[in-house]
C-alpha cells in the first residue's frame, strides 16, 4: 500500500468533509434580519469579486484577531495532517509484523508526526489564542507590531511546505508518472520524507536524502517566525497595557504568554543556530556533529537545550488557559494567583536547566548527571503548586456541567499521571531501565495530549460565542469532551503499561505477546479522533446554524464577579453591532423548575393519562427500534462482507434463550430485542441522559450499549480484523440510536427536554 498517496487520500477526505458541511451549512444559515427578527433562505451566491476581495483582505490583514484566526486555522489543518500520520502509526503497530507499511514507512510516519504537531500545530494555536485575545485582555488596541506580527504568521505555511515536501513530492510525482515518463520525473522521486526520527540524531539525520535540507530550511524559518511572535508578545504586554492594568492585576493568561514569550527568544535562536551547523555539515563538509569533530552528543546538547524549554513553551500557555477558564465554571475566583505565578516564573527559569535528563543513558560524567535529576525533581513543585490550586479552586465550588469543564477535570487527571510518571524518570536509575521502553511515550503525550489541545478544545469552546456570536451545539460538546477524555486515558495509559513491561519503543515490528495492548490502544486513538473530527464538525455547522447569541454574558460570568475584559469588549461590540443591551448578574444562578400543574381529582384520572403515555412512548420506542435495528443491520452486513463478524453468531443468540442454534432464530430475537428491551431502557434512561431525545442523547446510549454487544458477538478476532470489528460494532450502534431516538422525537414518544438543559 503506497503510504503518501493514502495519506494525502485520508486528508484530502477530511479537508472535502469541511468543506460539504460548510456549503450545507451556508445553504441553511440563519442571519439577523434589519427588524431583529431572524430571516431564514438561501444566502446571496459568493461571487469571483467577493473571493477576490477576501484574498486580498486576508493575505493583508493587520488586524490582532484576524491574524489570530489564521493562526488557529493553520494549526488545525498542521494538526489534522500530524494526526493522520498518528492514525496511520497506530494501525501499523496492530499486528507484531510489519504487515501494513514497511519499517521505513513506519520511520517516515515516526518522525514527521513529531516535528508536525510539536512545531507546526501547537506553538501556532496558542500564538493564535494570543493574538486573539491577549489584546483584548489587557486593553490593548492591537499587537504592538501589527506588521510584524503578519509578517511571523505568513512565514509559517511555507515552512510547513518545505518541512514536508517529501510527500507533496512523492504524490506529485506518483500522480504524473501515469502520462508523463519517469525519466522526466526524476527530480520529484528524489524526494523522500526523511526517516531519521523527530529528533534529527547524527549520523541518520548525515545520511544523503535532499528533502532532510528542505526539512531543516523549513524548521530554520518556523523557529524564525516563533521568535517574532515571541518577541511581539512581550512589547505587547510590556508597553501596550491599559493603565488601570499593571503587573498586580495583569491576568493569568497574559503572564503565562509573557513567559512563554521570554523562553521563546532564548531557546529557538540556538535551535536554528543548531539547525544551520547541521546543513553545513550535510552540504559543506564541517565537522561539527560528525564523529571525528564535534560528534553526535554535542546536536543531542544543542537540541535538548531548546527541546525541554520548548515542552514549557506549549505547555505553560495551557496552564495559562486552564487558570483562566477553570474558575469560570465552578464559580469561584482562582485560588493562589500569586503562587500561581510565582510557579510560572520559576519554570521558566528551571526549563534551561533539566536538558540533560534526555541524555542520562548518553554516558555524562555522574556529577552532571546527579545535578540535573535534582533540577528535574525540582521543577515538579511548581507544576504540583498549580495542580493543588486548580483542585482547591474546585473545592466547594458551584460546578456546572459544560464540555469546558469536563475537560478541564480531565485535564488535571492525565496531567496528575503524566507529571508523576515523569518525576521516576528523573531519576537515573528509573531512567536507564524505561528510558527506551513505552513508558517514555505514554508519560510523554499525557501531557502533550492530555492538557494541551484538552485546553485548546476547551478555550474554543468557552470563547466561541464571542468569536462568532453564535453558541455551538451543546450536548454534541459534552459527548465530544468525553470521548476525547476516555480515548486519551485509554491510549496513552495503556503505554504506559506497555512501558512497565518494558516494551522497546521505535520499532516498527514488537513480539507478538504485546499485541493486546497495541489493540486496545489503538483503539483508544481512533476513539481520539473521531471526537476530533466531532468537534471539527461542531465548529463549523455552528458558525453557520448555531444558535445566534442574545446575551452578552452567555456564562453568567457577572453572577460570579468574573465578567473579564474581552467579555466586557464582546458586551460594547454587541451593543453597537446588534442593539443587545447589556447583560445584569442574577444573584443566583438559574435553575430549573418543573412547571406545577393542577392535582388530577382522582384515582382514575391520574391513571388514564400514565397509563396513556406509556402505550404512546412503548409504540414510539418499538417503531423507533424497528428502524433502528434494520439500519444496524445494514452496517453489519458491510461488516459480514469485509471478514470482520461472523453472521452465525447469531445462532448462538438464539441458545441462550433455549431455542435451537439457527440464525433466523437468533436474528429474530435480535430484532425483537431491538424493539422492546433496549427501546424501554433508552426511555427510562432517558430523564438522566444529557440532551434531547434526538441525535445527541442517541449516541450516549447507542455508545453504552456497544460495549455489551462486543463482549457477546466477539469471534476470535485479532489484529486489523479486531479494530475493524470494534470500528463497525461502534459505528452499527451510533446508527441504531440515531434511528431509535430520531423516530421516537418525530412519534412524539417523549417531549424534548429544554433547550435549557447542561451546558
Known amino acids: 500500500m503506497n503510504r503518501a498517496l493514502t495519506e494525502v487520500s485520508l486528508f484530502v477526505v477530511v479537508v472535502v468533509g469541511c468543506l460539504l458541511t460548510i456549503v450545507l451549512a451556508r445553504r441553511a444559515r440563519t442571519d439577523p434580519a434589519p427588524d431583529g427578527g431572524y430571516a431564514t433562505g438561501h444566502r446571496r451566491e459568493l461571487s469571483l469579486a467577493d473571493a477576490k476581495a477576501a484574498a486580498i483582505r486576508w493575505t493583508t490583514t493587520t488586524n490582532h484577531?484576524?491574524?489570530?484566526?489564521?493562526?488557529?486555522?493553520?494549526?488545525?489543518?498542521?494538526?489534522?495532517?500530524?494526526?493522520?500520520?498518528?492514525?496511520?502509526?497506530?494501525?501499523?503497530?496492530?499486528?507484531?509484523?510489519?504487515?501494513?507499511?514497511?519499517?521505513?514507512?513506519?520511520?517516515?510516519l515516526f518522525t514527521m508526526h513529531g516535528l508536525t504537531m510539536l512545531i507546526f500545530f501547537v506553538t501556532p494555536v496558542f500564538f493564535g489564542i494570543g493574538n486573539y485575545f491577549l489584546p483584548l485582555l489587557i486593553g490593548a488596541d492591537d499587537m504592538a507590531f501589527p506588521r510584524l506580527n503578519a509578517i511571523g504568521f505568513w512565514l509559517l505555511p511555507p515552512s510547513l511546505l518545505l518541512a514536508r515536501l517529501g510527500i507533496v513530492a512523492e504524490v506529485t510525482g506518483a500522480v504524473l508518472a501515469v502520462a508523463v515518463p519517469n525519466d522526466w520525473l526524476s527530480v520529484l522521486l528524489a524526494f523522500q520524507e526523511p526517516a531519521i526520527g523527530w529528533t534529527m540524531y547524527p549520523p541518520l539525520s548525515l545520511a544523503p536524502n535532499p528533502q532532510t535540507d528542505f526539512l531543516l530550511l523549513g524548521l530554520h524559518l518556523s523557529g524564525i517566525a516563533t521568535t517574532i511572535g515571541g518577541i511581539n508578545f512581550i512589547a505587547t504586554v510590556v508597553y501596550e497595557r491599559d493603565e488601570s492594568i499593571?503587573?498586580?492585576?495583569?491576568?493569568?493568561?497574559?503572564?503565562?504568554?509573557?513567559?512563554?514569550?521570554?523562553?521563546?527568544?532564548?531557546?529557538?535562536?540556538?535551535?536554528?543556530?543548531?539547525?544551520?551547523?547541521?546543513?553545513?555539515?550535510?552540504?559543506?563538509?564541517?565537522?561539527?556533529?560528525a564523529v571525528e569533530g564535534g560528534g553526535p552528543i554535542l546536536w543531542q546538547h544543542l537540541l535538548w537545550f531548546w527541546g525541554h524549554p520548548e515542552v514549557y513553551i506549549v505547555f505553560l500557555p495551557a496552564t495559562g488557559l486552564m487558570s483562566l477558564i477553570l474558575p469560570k465554571f465552578v464559580g469561584r475566583k482562582l485560588f493562589g494567583f500569586k503562587f500561581i505565578v510565582y510557579s510560572t516564573i520559576a519554570i521558566g527559569v528551571l526549563s534551561f536547566g533539566v536538558w540533560a535528563h534526555h541524555m542520562f543513558v548518553t554516558g555524562v560524567d555522574p556529577r552532571i548527571r546527579a545535578s540535573f535529576m535534582a533540577t528535574?525533581?525540582?521543577?515538579?513543585?511548581?507544576?504540583?503548586?498549580?495542580?493543588f490550586n486548580w483542585i482547591t479552586t474546585m473545592w466547594n465550588g458551584d460546578v456546572r456541567l459544560a464540555a469546558p469543564l469536563i475537560l478541564c477535570v480531565g485535564s488535571i487527571g492525565l496531567f496528575i499521571v503524566g507529571g508523576v510518571t515523569g518525576i521516576f524518570l528523573a531519576v537515573i536509575p528509573v531512567d536507564v531501565i524505561y528510558h527506551g521502553t513505552y513508558y517514555v511515550v505514554g508519560h510523554f503525550h499525557l501531557i502533550i495530549m492530555g492538557i494541551i489541545p484538552f485546553m485548546m478544545f476547551a478555550a474554543s469552546y468557552y470563547w466561541y460565542p464571542l468569536i462568532t456570536g453564535r453558541m455551538y451545539d451543546r450536548r454534541l460538546a459534552i459527548f465530544q469532551s468525553s470521548l476525547l477524555v476516555i480515548g486519551s486515558g485509554l491510549t496513552f495509559m495503556t503505554?504506559?503499561?506497555?512501558?512497565?513491561?518494558?516494551?522497546?519503543?521505535?520499532?516498527?515490528?514488537?513480539?507478538?505477546?504485546?499485541?493486546?495492548?497495541?489493540?486496545?490502544?489503538?483503539?483508544?486513538?481512533?476513539?481520539?479522533?473521531?471526537?476530533?473530527?466531532?468537534?471539527?464538525?461542531?465548529?463549523?455547522?455552528?458558525?453557520?446554524?448555531?444558535?445566534?447569541?442574545?446575551?452578552?454574558?452567555?456564562?453568567?460570568?457577572?453572577?460570579?464577579?468574573?465578567?473579564?475584559?474581552?467579555?466586557?469588549?464582546?458586551?460594547?461590540?454587541?451593543?453597537?453591532?446588534?442593539?443587545?443591551?447589556?447583560?445584569?448578574?442574577?444573584?443566583?444562578?438559574?435553575?430549573?423548575?418543573?412547571?406545577?400543574e393542577e392535582r388530577p381529582p382522582s384515582l382514575y384520572g391520574r391513571i388514564v393519562p400514565v397509563a396513556r403515555r406509556a402505550v404512546s412512548d412503548a409504540g414510539a420506542g418499538a417503531?423507533?427500534?424497528?428502524?433502528?435495528?434494520?439500519?444496524?443491520?445494514?452496517?453489519?452486513?458491510?461488516?459480514?462482507?469485509?471478514?470482520?463478524?461472523?453472521?452465525?453468531?447469531?445462532?448462538?443468540?438464539?441458545?441462550?434463550?433455549?431455542?435451537?442454534?439457527?440464525?433466523?432464530?437468533?436474528?429474530?430475537?435480535?430484532?425483537?430485542?431491538?424493539?422492546?428491551?433496549?427501546?424501554?431502557?433508552?426511555?427510562?434512561?432517558?430523564?438522566?441522559?444529557?440532551?434531547?431525545?434526538?441525535?445527541?442523547?442517541?449516541?450516549?446510549?447507542?455508545?453504552?450499549?456497544?460495549?455489551?454487544?462486543?463482549?457477546?458477538?466477539?469471534?476470535?478476532?485479532?489484529?486489523?480484523?479486531?479494530?475493524?470489528?470494534?470500528?463497525?460494532?461502534?459505528?452499527?450502534?451510533?446508527?441504531?440510536?440515531?434511528?431509535?431516538?430520531?423516530?421516537?422525537?418525530?412519534?412524539?414518544?417523549?417531549?424534548?427536554?429544554?433547550?435549557?438543559?447542561p451546558r
Open 246 to 289: 499593571g503587573w498586580a492585576n495583569l491576568d493569568i493568561f497574559s503572564w503565562n504568554m509573557l513567559i512563554t514569550s521570554a523562553i521563546v527568544i532564548f531557546a529557538f535562536p540556538l535551535l536554528g543556530t543548531a539547525l544551520l551547523m547541521l546543513l553545513l555539515d550535510r552540504n559543506f563538509g564541517t565537522t561539527f556533529f
Open 495 to 596: 503505554l504506559m503499561a506497555l512501558g512497565f513491561l518494558e516494551h522497546p519503543r521505535r520499532y516498527a515490528t514488537y513480539p507478538p505477546e504485546y499485541s493486546g495492548l497495541h489493540v486496545v490502544a489503538t483503539v483508544g486513538s481512533f476513539i481520539i479522533g473521531i471526537s476530533v473530527l466531532m468537534w471539527l464538525y461542531n465548529m463549523l455547522w455552528s458558525y453557520f446554524r448555531g444558535s445566534p447569541v442574545e446575551t452578552t454574558d452567555p456564562w453568567e460570568l457577572k453572577a460570579t464577579q468574573q465578567f473579564t475584559p474581552e467579555w466586557q469588549w464582546f458586551e460594547d461590540r454587541l451593543e453597537r453591532k446588534r442593539g443587545i443591551p447589556p447583560s445584569e448578574p442574577d444573584e443566583v444562578r438559574p435553575s430549573y423548575v418543573p412547571a406545577q
Open 376 to 387: 528535574s525533581i525540582a521543577i515538579a513543585v511548581p507544576s504540583a503548586i498549580k495542580v
Open 623 to 757: 417503531a423507533g427500534g424497528l428502524v433502528g435495528t434494520l439500519l444496524m443491520t445494514g452496517v453489519l452486513l458491510v461488516a459480514v462482507a469485509l471478514g470482520v463478524f461472523d453472521l452465525e453468531s447469531f445462532a448462538d443468540l438464539a441458545t441462550l434463550v433455549g431455542l435451537p442454534a439457527n440464525l433466523a432464530l437468533g436474528y429474530g430475537l435480535f430484532l425483537f430485542a431491538g424493539m422492546t428491551v433496549w427501546p424501554l431502557l433508552f426511555l427510562s434512561l432517558g430523564e438522566y441522559l444529557p440532551g434531547e431525545l434526538t441525535f445527541i442523547t442517541g449516541l450516549w446510549y447507542a455508545t453504552v450499549i456497544a460495549s455489551g454487544f462486543v463482549i457477546a458477538f466477539y469471534t476470535g478476532q485479532t489484529g486489523l480484523e479486531l479494530v475493524t470489528y470494534l470500528v463497525f460494532a461502534l459505528l452499527a450502534h451510533w446508527i441504531y440510536g440515531l434511528g431509535l431516538a430520531g423516530m421516537i422525537t418525530y412519534l412524539g414518544g417523549r417531549r424534548p427536554m429544554s433547550s435549557e438543559g
Open 65 to 108: 484577531r484576524e491574524i489570530g484566526l489564521l493562526y488557529i486555522a493553520f494549526g488545525t489543518v498542521a494538526a489534522l495532517w500530524g494526526g493522520i500520520d498518528a492514525m496511520m502509526i497506530r494501525t501499523h503497530l496492530l499486528t507484531p509484523e510489519a504487515n501494513l507499511w514497511t519499517e521505513q514507512t513506519y520511520n517516515e
